[in-house]
């Protein structure tokens, strides 16, 4: 597997300490890393793996790499309308995916 990072971590504008990367993987693709840091436990290190909607250049599609004993998790996500269908994100307006791409769209970091 080879690995070739985009670009370094993006600080994420929210109240939990949070940082993303992308990176784009031979194998598997581009890559979505959201690591959340907690003041007294282990940080927390969630990937995804990332597809854009062919026909909407602002749909990306954020499936959770999970252990093979779990069922993937896919999320669809949209931009320009600032939406994700994560629970977070239906019942809350917002959550991790939406604003860790959003992040790295305002940085200039997202193909």
Not at 29 to 58: C, H, M
Not at 89 to 107: M, P, S
Request: with cysteine.
């Amino acid at each position: 597997m080879h690995k070739h990072l985009l670009e370094g971590e993006t600080k994420m504008n929210t109240k939990t300490n949070r940082t993303v990367m992308l990176i784009d993987d031979t194998d598997m693709g581009l890559l979505l890393k959201i690591t959340e840091k907690f003041p007294r436990k282990e940080d927390q290190v969630t990937w995804y793996q990332l597809a854009r909607n062919p026909n909407d250049s602002q749909a990306w599609n954020c499936l959770k790499l999970v252990h093979s004993d779990e069922e993937p998790v896919g999320y669809d996500v949209h931009l320009g309308d600032k939406t994700c269908d994560c629970k977070g994100g239906t019942a809350h307006g917002h959550c991790r995916h939406l604003e860790a791409l959003l992040a790295l769209k305002e940085a200039g970091k997202l193909p």
